[in-house]
C-alpha cells in the first residue's frame, strides 16, 4: 500500500484549499514532534498513520480544521498533549474535533467492557456535537483496517468484527458509500478469508464475460444522449465484494445478480434524468418492475437515483442508475460531499441535514436521551439502529425506517404517542393484521385510531420492538395511573 507523505497530502490539499497550507502544516510539524520515535505494528514512523488519515479526508475536500484535527487526531491519546495544549497552539474547533475523538481514557473504568461501552457511545452520540468527529473516526478506521496485516490474527479478527457492527452501519447512515464499502470488504477479508477470494474471482469473471457488451452501451447510450444535448458521463460501477457476497449468502447465483455491474448515468438536473430514463428505454427494451424512483422517493440516507432494469442486446440483464451529477456526489460520499458543495460552511448543513432527513439521527437522539447506562445504550444501538432495517410506507406514501421485527406498535408511535395511545387497528397492504405482525420490507401501514380508547395494553410492550415505542407506552400508563388515582377519567390524546 502506498505510504502518504506530506508533499503527496499537501500537493491534494493545494488543488482545493491553498489558502490553508501554513496551518495544516503546522499541524503537521506538531504532530510529528509529539509522535517522534513512536512506531507502528508496520515499523514504520507512527506520524505515517494521523497522514493517512488526513489524506483520505482531503480526498473529500475537508476544510482545514478538519484535516489540522486528523493529523492531531493521536497526540492526545497517544503524546503528552492536552486539549488546552491544542487550543493555545492551533483553536477552539481544532481542539474540539481531536478530543472529540480521543477515548474517554478513565481509571473509574471496573472493566474493559465498561470502557468500551462508554467509548463507543461517545463515538455513536459524536455526530450530534460535530458530525466531523465521526467522519475522522471513519478516516482512522479506514486506515487501521487498510494496516490490519501487521497485527496477530486474534486482533484481526476483533477488529474486523468490530468494524462491521459500529463503523459500517456509521458510515451507512451518513451515507458515506465509498468509505463503508471499503471497510465491509477490508472486513470480509480478515473475517472469511477464503469466502472473500472465491467471491472476488467470481466477480472478476462475470467482469471478465460482460465487460465488453456493457462498453458497447456506454458508447451507444453517450452518443444518444449527445443528439439530445443532454451534458452527461456514464461509468460502469461494480458491486463490492460484501454485498455480492450477501446476495450469494441468500442463495442467488452470480450471474442472478442484475446489478453486479451497472451502468452508471450522471446528467446536470432532475428533468433530464427523466428524459434519459425515456432514451433507455426507447433503446434497450426495460424490465417490468424493476424499477425504483428514488428521487421522488429518496432512500432514508439521502441517496438518491433512477433505478431500472433492462435487457442489453444479448438478452443479458443490465441496471441504469440514472442521477445528477450533485445526486452521485451525495450517493459516493453522502454527508461528506458538503465539504464540497458548501465549503465554509459544511459543518452546519451537516447537522441540519442529520436533523432534518436522518431517521436515524432522530431514533439515536431519542435513545441518548432515555438510556443512562452505557451498555444498556450500546445493546440497544446494535438491536435497534445498527441491526438490519425494514423501510414501509406510510398510507401517504412517505418512507419510515424501522428495526427488523419492528411491529404496527413501533410504527404507529413512530409517527407519534397519539396515534400509538390511540390505535385500535392495524392495516398493512389493505388487510388487517394482529399487533404483534411483523413489518416487511415495502409494506404500507394505515394505522386506525379512535380517541375513545382503552389506549396501549400491557402486552403491547412485548410486542414493541423499540425502546421509543416503549418508553410512549410506559408513559401513558403512569399518566393514567396518576389520574386514576386523582379519579379524572381519562383522554387518550397525548400533547407531545
Ligand atoms: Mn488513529
Known amino acids: 500500500m502506498e505510504v502518504i507523505t506530506f508533499s503527496k497530502l499537501i500537493a491534494d490539499v493545494m488543488k482545493y484549499n491553498p489558502s490553508e497550507i501554513e496551518m495544516v502544516t503546522k499541524a503537521y510539524r506538531y504532530a510529528e514532534k509529539n509522535h517522534l520515535h513512536q512506531k507502528r505494528a508496520s515499523d514504520e514512523d507512527y506520524i505515517t498513520h494521523p497522514l493517512a488519515v488526513a489524506y483520505t479526508l482531503s480526498e473529500m475536500h475537508a476544510d482545514r480544521n478538519t484535516l489540522c484535527a486528523a493529523l492531531l487526531h493521536d497526540v492526545i491519546e497517544e503524546a ?28 473509574t473504568f471496573a472493566s474493559k467492557r465498561e470502557k468500551r461501552d462508554a467509548n463507543i457511545r461517545k463515538l455513536v452520540t459524536s455526530m450530534k456535537e460535530d458530525p466531523r468527529i465521526l467522519i475522522i473516526k471513519l478516516a482512522d478506521r479506514l486506515h487501521n483496517m487498510r494496516t490490519l496485516h501487521y497485527k496477530e490474527e486474534i486482533k484481526q479478527k476483533e477488529k474486523a468484527l468490530e468494524t462491521m457492527e459500529i463503523y459500517v452501519p456509521l458510515a451507512h447512515y451518513i451515507g458515506a458509500f ?114 425504483k424512483d428514488y428521487i421522488a422517493l429518496p432512500k432514508t440516507n439521502m441517496y438518491q437515483s433512477l433505478h431500472t432494469t433492462v ?26 460531499a458538503y465539504w464540497d458543495i458548501n465549503k465554509g460552511a459544511a459543518k452546519k448543513v451537516m447537522q441540519e441535514d442529520l436533523r432534518e432527513k436522518s431517521q436515524f439521527f432522530q431514533a439515536l437522539n431519542e435513545l441518548n436521551a432515555t438510556i443512562v447506562d452505557n451498555r444498556e445504550f450500546v445493546d440497544q444501538a446494535q438491536a435497534e439502529l445498527f441491526a438490519e432495517n425494514v423501510y414501509v410506507y406510510t398510507s401517504a406514501g412517505d418512507i419510515i425506517q424501522l428495526p427488523s421485527g419492528a411491529t404496527p406498535i413501533d410504527f404507529a408511535y413512530k409517527i407519534g404517542a397519539e396515534e400509538g395511545n390511540n390505535m385500535i387497528l392495524a392495516i398493512v397492504n389493505g388487510q388487517e393484521v394482529s399487533f404483534d405482525y411483523q413489518l416487511q420490507n415495502n409494506d404500507r401501514v394505515k394505522i386506525v385510531t379512535d380517541k375513545i380508547t382503552e ?42
Not at 450517493?331 to 461528506?336: E, I, M, Q
Open 178 to 291: 465509498r468509505l463503508k464499502c471499503e471497510l465491509e470488504d477490508l472486513s470480509l477479508f480478515y473475517l472469511k478469508n477464503d469466502t472473500y477470494r472465491e467471491v472476488k474471482n467470481k466477480i472478476n469473471l462475470a467482469k471478465e464475460k460482460n465487460e465488453e457488451h456493457l462498453y458497447e452501451m456506454v458508447i451507444n447510450l453517450l452518443q444518444v444522449l449527445a443528439k439530445e444535448n443532454i451534458e452527461r458521463d456514464i461509468k460502469i460501477r461494480t458491486k463490492n465484494i460484501y454485498s455480492v457476497y450477501k446476495e450469494l449468502e441468500e442463495g442467488q447465483g452470480i450471474d442472478d445478480i442484475h446489478d453486479l455491474l451497472a451502468l452508471k448515468i450522471m446528467v446536470a438536473d432532475i428533468k433530464n434524468c427523466y428524459h434519459s430514463l425515456g432514451l433507455v428505454h426507447n433503446e434497450y427494451p426495460p424490465l417490468n418492475h424493476h424499477f
Open 455 to 496: 389506549g396501549p395494553s400491557q402486552t403491547w410492550l412485548d410486542q414493541a420492538k423499540t425502546t421509543s415505542a416503549k418508553v410512549k407506552i410506559k408513559e401513558y400508563n403512569k399518566r393514567n395511573l396518576r389520574l386514576q388515582r386523582k379519579g379524572v377519567k381519562m383522554d387518550t390524546t397525548n400533547d407531545d
Open 311 to 336: 435487457f442489453s442486446p444479448q438478452e443479458r440483464l443490465v441496471q441504469a442508475q440514472i442521477r445528477t451529477f450533485a445526486m452521485d456526489k451525495i450517493a459516493s460520499f453522502g454527508l461528506t
Open 80 to 107: 503528552d498533549v492536552t486539549k488546552e495544549d491544542l487550543q493555545r497552539e492551533f483553536n477552539e474547533d481544532v481542539a474540539n474535533l481531536v478530543d472529540g475523538v480521543s477515548k474517554i481514557d478513565e481509571i
